[in-house]
């Protein structure tokens, strides 16, 4: 597979993913196509079907690759230290980092219920700046990782249970420019 | 406008002769200054509000005032709500009837003409010890209620030789809006937007102002917001990055707050007005936060996770001398938060975990002595009052967040009523008559 192919199919994929919010009226590719004027198949259907089946391909793909950029890490109780077990996740976003110059990650920190509001705060900054460092660490400039703290303020369980609480601890990563373009890593 | 028509000072000594020094005079007003009459910790002289007719807002009003002040017992007679007709007594004041009811003290408050004339009445003497008129805005004025709270106040002040805590106000947070309400849990009032995450609400030492974060999009600034005219500000230097816990010094001309950044949280003091902000403390990825002033400006106490988990340290106004504030026993003592320095300066009101539930503690400054405030449900982030007794902090013991206040001395404890879920309280020091008032939300 040649990249600069994939990376075509990925961008087809990223503009039918782009108008895929709503069941747009499946535009079927419009009739001023003048790409391919020698070879006019009137019955789209089963051109449309390879293309499409190709597109979705694609799509899965990224999607893919945003998801693993999007995979949360978790913490221990009050710690910021980033777990053995999560360092595979970070090294995998280091890859599509490093293999995507474009995207930029805003990584956010969360804690569970417990101490202070405003100390959590601080804490999930901590957590949010050791996922930077890692990833700097690998070589990702440090201008395309932004930190960002949500405390308490937003759990994912609001339940006061010990799962609930290992949920909560954690590092959210949002990807805040180059996400519609994605190559996969070498 | 007020006049005192017996000096008080007279007055104070004469009940200073009348009742029994206390062991330890621990009497003091703002300033520091000692005031010549004992109180004693603990008693609680009978106090009736006598019935009369009129005014009947001002009577539940200033009657409230005086229980919540925790330093009387309220004897009722009557129906102190519901003045008119025979219970308004005719002549002198039957001194007998009210030893007999086991008060002390008995406070007449009468309907003056446009005036409200305010009577305080040593029962076992037998003699009037004070009075006051005052002229209250009209009841529908946004200053009424505060005008009543600062006669409450005087009213405490001739009893006991220190003034009441009524004239104050609140602010605490409550779905990401900062709110405002009377010490008595009425008139509450919105003063943030809808729609954004503030936190941490600070009162400038005049009452005039609140310092607070904006959380936006997980940074936040530090704002300033002038009561009145509900003008909003940031504070010059926390355009970026994540800002919190920000805390007035005593002069009201400087402020002091966290800043965190990839390195950790540090502590940072800024002069209102001026660009720049000098740091206090260097993380080196620990955590600095939540400081709070000594009364007299010098000292500021704060949280930090230097040695591990976090817990309370204190450090000269200008940085130096950081050393450990309330001790603990690594691995066994919970970690500790959210502190705040008495209005007298002589201890620390934070709260700590014992066995995973906070609990509110008091530390004293000299000696270090630690005194458990609370023990019912998780209780947290304690604001004082500014009579240095009462605290207000945030208790679940009835199932949600919910704002509570404790009397350190006795015990007593009431609800401050407010709805819902309610957190991160700040208690103003005493509001002068001249009122702070904010504009309807």
Sequence with gaps: ?186 | MRRLVFTSIGALAALALARPAAAQDTTRVEGGVRVGISYNLGERPGLIVVPGSGIDSVRAIVRRDLDYSDRFSMIAVGDPGHGTGSAAPAGPLNYGLYKALGAEFALELIDDGGKVTARLHDVGRSVMANQQSVTLPPATDANFRLAVHVLSDEVARWATGMPGIAATRLLFVQNGRIWMVDSDGMTPRALTPDGLTSLSPAWSPDGRRMAFTKLVQGKGGVFLYTLGSGEVTQLAGTETGLNITPMFAPDGAHLAYARSDEKGTDIFVASLGERGSQRLTAGRFADNLSPTYSPDGRRIAFVSTRAGPPQLYVMAADGTDQELFAPFDFGVTGPSYAPEWSPDGTSVVFHREVSGTPQIFVLTVAGQKLRQITSQGRNEDATWAPDGRHLCFVSDRTGARQLWIIDAETGRNRQLVSPGWARLPAWSRRLAGAAVVAPKP
């Design chain 1, 1 to 186: 597979m040649r990249a600069s192919s994939i990376l075509s199919v990925l961008a087809a994929a990223a503009l039918l993913a782009a108008c895929g919010k709503k069941p747009a009226p499946e535009q079927p590719a419009p009739e001023p196509t003048p790409a391919r004027q020698e070879a006019p198949p009137p019955p789209p259907p089963p051109a449309n079907d390879d293309a499409e089946r190709r597109a979705r391909d694609a799509a899965e793909k990224a999607k893919a690759l945003r998801d693993e950029l999007a995979d949360l890490i978790h913490f221990d109780f009050d710690k910021a230290d980033i777990r053995t077990s999560d360092q595979g996740i970070l090294d995998r976003k280091a890859a599509i980092l490093a293999a995507n110059s474009a995207v930029r990650l805003r990584v956010a920190g969360h804690c569970d219920e417990r101490g202070s509001d405003e100390y959590n705060l601080a804490l999930g900054n901590r957590r949010g700046a050791a996922a930077k460092r890692y990833l700097t660490g690998k070589g990702v400039d440090d201008g395309r990782i932004e930190v960002v703290s949500y405390g308490k303020e937003r759990p994912l369980d609001p339940g006061h249970s010990e799962d609930a609480w290992a949920k909560n601890r954690r590092d959210e990563f949002e990807v805040t420019a180059g996400a519609d373009k994605l190559a996969a890593p070498k």
